[in-house]
């Protein structure tokens, strides 16, 4: 499985991105899709992840309420609605894969990981 990210970009305070997250290879709708962050000098942290179906999805407290998980099985691609854009949400964002059953949070459950793409957030 490849996963290609795209969308990111400098957005102002309170704006909004939309990440995408295609994938090639591999039977799309049997993936657990998740998406991860890294801000400069910090850990990767988990930011939200969605099950097979898209029946189910989870999210960190920090992007809850302003963020949304999506995917289309048919384009093989899964979304990242963000609003409401903070400074602290500046990072690099990544896309992962997994066969499991349900959406982890933890980034050693996934198999297959994105290239990133940038979000910058100014003040």
């Not at 295609?22 to 890294?38: I, K, Y």
């Not at 850990?43 to 989870?58: H, K, N, P, Q």
């Not at 990072?91 to 982890?104: I, K, L, N, R």
Request: one cysteine or more; glycine letters at 12%; hydrophobic letters at 30%.
């Amino acid at each position: 499985v490849q996963l290609q990210a795209s969308g990111g970009g400098l957005v102002q305070t309170g704006g909004s991105l939309r990440l995408s997250c295609e994938a090639s290879g591999g039977t799309f709708r049997t993936l657990v899709m998740g998406w991860f962050r890294q801000a400069p000098g910090k850990e990767r942290e988990f930011v939200g992840a969605i099950s097979r179906l898209g029946g189910y999805r989870t999210y960190a407290d920090y992007v809850k309420d302003r963020f949304t998980i999506s995917r289309d099985n048919a384009k093989r691609t899964v979304y990242l609605q963000m609003n409401s854009l903070k400074p602290e949400d500046t990072a690099v964002y990544y896309c992962a894969a997994d066969t499991g059953t349900d959406p982890e949070r933890i980034e050693y459950d996934y198999h297959w990981w994105g290239q990133g793409t940038q979000v910058t957030v100014s003040s």
